[in-house]
């Protein structure tokens, strides 16, 4: 009975995830809730009135895309998931500078509206994110420092092989 909880019964444990501790938690917190509601007004928007804009309903179903990709990748383990958490929160931080200086330079480009960030015809990323408290322009720039301050521990080579 004693040894069941030896030092040696621990070595085999699965390593912590350090990326979803402290301020990862609340990342990725606010990165599903902003997924759940990206995919929501994307689907509203695309079945009730994906005429009116569809480039922009489009461009609201890719933004609901990369806030899933990069919840999930901020929740895996592995170097594989960290690269895709660094190239789907660049995205997002591209992607919000672009769509939010297209729609206050030329707010028609889109569709019809998509400059208001509280329009029927809006997008996540309008007016950076005006619509959603400018969180989508905070986010991934937090996101960026949080993946630059954990970085996963490199694999060790086996020198056997």
Do not use: C
Request: proline share 6%.
């Amino acid at each position: 009975m004693a040894d069941a909880m030896t030092p040696s019964s621990h070595a085999h444990a699965p390593a912590r995830n350090t990326r979803i501790s402290g301020v990862g938690r609340l990342l990725v917190v606010v990165y599903g809730i902003l997924a759940l509601a990206a995919t929501g007004r994307t689907a509203v928007q695309i079945i009730e009135r994906f005429d009116q804009a569809p480039v922009a309903f489009t461009l609201s179903g890719l933004s609901a895309l990369v806030y899933i990709v990069a919840t999930i990748s901020l929740v895996a383990r592995g170097s594989a998931w960290y690269r895709v958490a660094w190239a789907a929160i660049s995205f997002e931080l591209i992607g919000v500078l672009v769509i939010g200086t297209i729609t206050l330079v030329a707010p028609d480009l889109l569709g019809a509206g998509t400059g208001s960030p509280f329009g029927r015809t809006s997008t996540v990323w309008t007016v950076y994110g005006a619509g959603y408290l400018f969180v989508p322009l905070v986010l991934p720039i937090l996101g960026l420092w949080y993946l630059a301050k954990h970085r996963p521990a490199p694999v060790p080579l086996d020198d056997a092989a």
